[in-house]
């Protein structure tokens, strides 16, 4: 299997997961990659990070396009989760020579994760020497573990910050060039909306600090995904800037969940009178949308408003599942609305409310509910209903 050139004296020599569909209840349609990168000096060569342990062959056959695996003398480890550090150890025995660096907390991470196995802490004082190429190293705490760390070469300014700017989407095409920018714009937000919204203010420390040190960059080579250079590198830190902001546009998101139709009839209508206040809508069933697809659809939207029936006195688990999610990625700044219909007993309306006022959404809409199958009457009051949300989410957006 073949390197590819990244920079001057960097190839990448990671691995495809063409397959991979799942990330942590995270849907990856376009599957990933496990990233990793030599950097070659005049007298030493440096891998910087491994991959998911049933790939090390593909990443040891891809080394040996342009080495013997052998031969390298330093592997650094940017992140212990299993997807970059599982193969470690295996690596390590076809490098036999190698010394392994990481963060303080990496070296904890490490042996934790690796029965006692012992690397060298790296800080951001640190600068290893590969002769003719350096190495610098940022400790980046909380982005999004606190092990992550980013790993800079000076000399063909290139950064290397492991899970940050990253996209899960498997390529024969390296280069965000490659796939074209808006692919890859679209795959970095679902990437940031379902693993880092919950972390905006460490994402904002994370980018002051790289912009503090200094640092030329023309190439920015993640974990996963395609890799970012020259003036498309500026169009991520603009966009990781809106986001890790709670930057929202007018725009509502409906989402629901129905059993014999009713609800879906209510989130039409609803939606129809959103969008008549001039306000962007994404209307989805979750039984059929990928939840990674509705947080993305979530991350620059005004508005999550949210439906089901009611089954059990309490909502459909599809709607319960997406607020599990939502309660782990702690969404800021959003307003929230419910809606649901029901039969001979209601519950989920309620339900909904409690749980996205815990989770902190604004909810300064009345819930919408209607019994059985609602009538022309009850479709023009719901249409009604998202009109107000809709004047809701102009008058947020002007204050």
Known sequence: MRAVPVSDGIFWVGAIDWNLRDFHGYETPRGTTYNAYLVRGQNMTALIDTVKAPFVPELLSRIADVMDPAQIDLIVVNHVEPDHNGGLPAVMAACPNARVVASGSGVRGVAEYHDGLVVDPVSATDVIDLGGKTLQFLPMPMVHWPD????????????????????????????????????????LAIYYANILMPLGKQVTKAVEKVVATGWEIDVVAPAHGVIWRGEEFGRVLEAYGRWSQGETTEKAVVAYATMWGSTKALAESIADGIAAEGVQVYECDLTSTAIAQVTHELLEARALVLGSPTLHHGMLYKVSGYLTWLEGLHPAGKMGAVFGSYGWGGGAVKQITGRMEAIGFEMPIEPFSEKFRPTEDDLAAAHAWGRDIGKAIKDGASE
């Open 148 to 187: 992550s760390m980013f790993t800079y070469c000076a000399e063909s300014r290139t950064l290397m910050p492991n899970d940050a700017f990253g996209q899960h989407m498997a390529s024969s095409a390296r280069f965000a060039s490659e796939v074209g920018m808006d692919l890859a714009l679209e795959e």
